[in-house]
């Protein structure tokens, strides 16, 4: 499994929305700047969390994003799925009832099932919430004397 740049690019989008969520629009040129991200690439990742329902926006000069919901309210794994899709490791799994002819005689199922289910069960075990909380307790201690 390998996370893509759109993937993680669109988590760092969404933590800097919540961390920095005022109630206020947040313009992609100062999530941009935070993040060191291309506006260019920003706007493709936006697109995507808009329809996906997870944005709201507002154009105009005072205009910008923040998140449709709390951040409580969205796991990691909802994210990354909106940009990567699943996380099966094999295409066997990809679908909803798998439609592999060797379903019922393949060694190997039961492996894949397995770890298709502990990958699903970590990314959805943690918020947008949780990730904030740990990385503010991080910037508590990052300090120098």
Known sequence: MKVS???RYALRLMIDLAEHNTGEYISLK???Q???ISTKYLEQIVS???KA???NSVRGPQGGYKLARAAKDYTIGDILRVTEGKFAPTTCLLDEKNQC???EECATISFWEGLYDVINKYIDSYTLEDIVEQHRQKGM?????
Not at 141 to 145: F, K, L, R, T
């Open 141 to 145: 201690w990052d300090y120098s004397i």
């Open 30 to 32: 100062d999530i941009s």
């Open 5 to 7: 740049t759109k993937g």
């Open 34 to 36: 935070r993040q060191g």
């Open 101 to 103: 002819e060797m379903y």
């Open 48 to 50: 995507q969390l808009g």
């Open 53 to 55: 329902g997870y944005l």
